[in-house]
């Protein structure tokens, strides 16, 4: 769908504003605030429903929420007088009050044939012929916040436990947990997702007793195909993964109820604190990018959350990308050392959860990062046999076999990762590491068009320029890569060779150092 308004038309399929035809460089949150404010323009919407759309419920500060309000109005050239767009109501939140006008986009292939298939900023749903199906977030209905680790917990092995069944495509964690079910619309989701089915729960505590109930629902009509109720003590609540998951399959494929699957079993983390830090740990990453600030600002919060709990793996392992991805954009100040944390600290949290995806997910792809691929390749496969839907995993073990030369495997496998998780805060950065995995393939016209719609999306993300300049020059468009390497040194002054050379590899930094002056 276009959203067409003054002079502005917001293209929610390829995510990009255009203002008199031009494209409107939006960071990803700011563009997905923008949409949702159109979407939801008959009502006042809170800075709850922001943070639990927009951010996916992570702890995020109002001062944050208003600075990305403030990038809306610039973005659409709203001065708060004349050319009022987006009306504040006092302590109850903003509404969009510019006049709409809505058309329906044209189709993939429509678009792909009038550019000669270039367009890679065009990521269609994955809607396969096998049931596809998205468990969104199971609600907190108690005043319990430590509930909600317990619901959080139970969704996300669930959704592992249906990814493992043959026949199954289930959407990743990071993008129907975007989802609140307050505000939940089954065919929005359907249709956003690529989804035919939907599974909702809820739980509310009293005591040590838990109750839970699950939904199934056929996302274009609506209709509850089966629904449970479960009372609990809090304790047995892992023990529900396996029955919730196979009541789900007995009523969407019979025939899948002779599938051999394994309950997942994995240790919690049971400090609201220690979750709440790691969550603004990942929070500065997604609402900041990868900067010197936002990196400094997740590494505390992370060692702030494992100095609460040492044992909790998965911040151990993200700790560990951090160290890695840190080290390889030169953005922490000792690379020596954030080297070798991140190779410990993905030890130890392999060693502390040794079945978790998520957790193999991080430390797989800080191995690779630090260029012990064949270490990092074994853990991310790992990660995928636990949960295929794992969508980091699939990305990041796509593009290590990239760099084996294995590219179309490594190409289908980033690709099948994006396409799993379509709401995926992340996924602007993947386009970027896709982009430059086709150029490694040769496919440099596909490479363009990947890095140019992801620069487009993100106006900070400094490595895309780098990426269209490189593949500009395999191109023989030598003007055009100048320009947009400059692009790329004017958003990171600090930009080097050295960094380049660091995170793309040494054929990437000796193209691109004729241009250097």
């Known amino acids: 769908m276009l959203f067409l308004f003054n ?22 949150q700011v563009f997905d605030l923008l949409v949702y404010l159109i979407e939801n323009r008959d009502r006042v919407v809170s800075k709850d429903d922001l943070i639990a759309s927009v951010w996916g419920g992570r702890i995020v500060s109002d001062s944050t929420v208003d600075s990305r309000i403030n990038a809306v109005r610039k973005a659409i050239g709203d001065s708060g007088k004349e050319q009022r767009l987006i009306r504040t109501s006092a302590r109850k939140g903003f509404r969009f009050v ?27 749903p994955l809607i396969a012929d096998r049931p596809s199906i998205a468990v969104l977030r199971f609600e907190n209905m108690s005043d319990d916040r430590a509930l909600e680790l317990i619901t959080n917990g139970l969704t996300e092995d669930i959704i592992a436990l249906l990814a493992r069944v043959p026949g199954f495509f289930v959407i990743a964690r990071a993008s129907s947990f975007a989802y609140t079910q307050q505000r939940a619309n089954s ?15 809820s739980a509310r505590s009293s005591g040590e007793r838990v109750r839970i109930t699950v939904q199934l629902v056929e ?15 809090r304790g047995d609540t892992l023990d529900l993964q396996d029955e919730i998951a196979r009541r789900i399959i007995v009523e969407l494929e019979p025939a899948l109820t002779k599938a051999d699957f394994s309950v997942i079993k994995r240790r919690r983390i049971d400090s609201v604190d220690a979750w709440s830090h790691f969550r603004q740990a990942a929070g500065a990453i997604a609402v900041q990018g990868w900067d010197e600030e936002s990196v400094a600002e997740a590494l505390n919060r992370v060692r702030q959350a494992l100095a609460i709990d040492p044992d909790f793996a998965l911040a151990r ?42 957790v193999l997910g991080f430390a797989g792809c800080a191995f690779a990062d630090i260029g012990e691929h064949e270490r990092g390749v074994e853990l991310l496969r790992r990660a995928l046999i636990l949960d295929p839907s794992n969508a980091q995993a699939h990305v990041a073990l796509g593009a290590s076999l990239v760099l084996f030369g294995r590219f179309d495997e490594g190409i289908q496998s980033m690709k099948f990762g994006m396409r799993s998780s379509p709401r995926d805060f992340r996924l602007t950065f ?6 430059y995995a086709l150029g490694r393939a040769g496919r ?3 490479a363009l068009a990947e890095a140019s719609a992801a620069a487009r999306r993100d106006g900070r993300l400094y490595t895309a320029r780098v990426v269209v300049a490189w ?15 400059a692009e790329a040194r004017r958003i990171r002054p600090a930009l080097s060779l050295e960094e380049i050379r660091k995170f793309f590899g040494q054929g990437t930094a000796a193209d691109l150092e004729p241009l250097w002056t």
């Open 219 to 233: 996302a274009e009509s609506g209709n509850q195909l089966w629904a449970g109720r479960y009372d609990v003590d």
């Open 430 to 435: 993947w386009s970027m590491i896709l982009a």
């Open 471 to 485: 593949v500009l020059i395999k191109l023989n468009r030598g003007a055009e890569a100048r320009t947009a390497l």
């Open 7 to 28: 002079d502005f038309a917001l293209d929610c399929e390829r995510r990009e504003l255009r203002a008199a035809g031009a494209p409107v460089p939006l960071e990803p």
């Open 444 to 446: 440099f016209e596909e």
């Open 317 to 358: 392992a993200f700790l560990a990308l951090l160290n890695a991805f840190g080290a390889n954009l030169s953005l922490v100040p000792d690379f020596s050392a954030a080297r070798k944390g991140a190779r410990d600290e993905a030890e130890r949290a392999i060693a502390i959860d040794p079945n978790a995806s998520d």
């Open 98 to 124: 510019g006049d709409i006008q809505k058309e329906a986009q044209p189709a993939v292939d429509e678009i792909n044939s009038a550019t000669n298939g270039k367009t890679a900023d065009v990521h269609p």
């Open 187 to 201: 065919r929005q989701i359907g249709a956003e997702l690529g989804v035919r089915y939907v599974v909702t729960g």
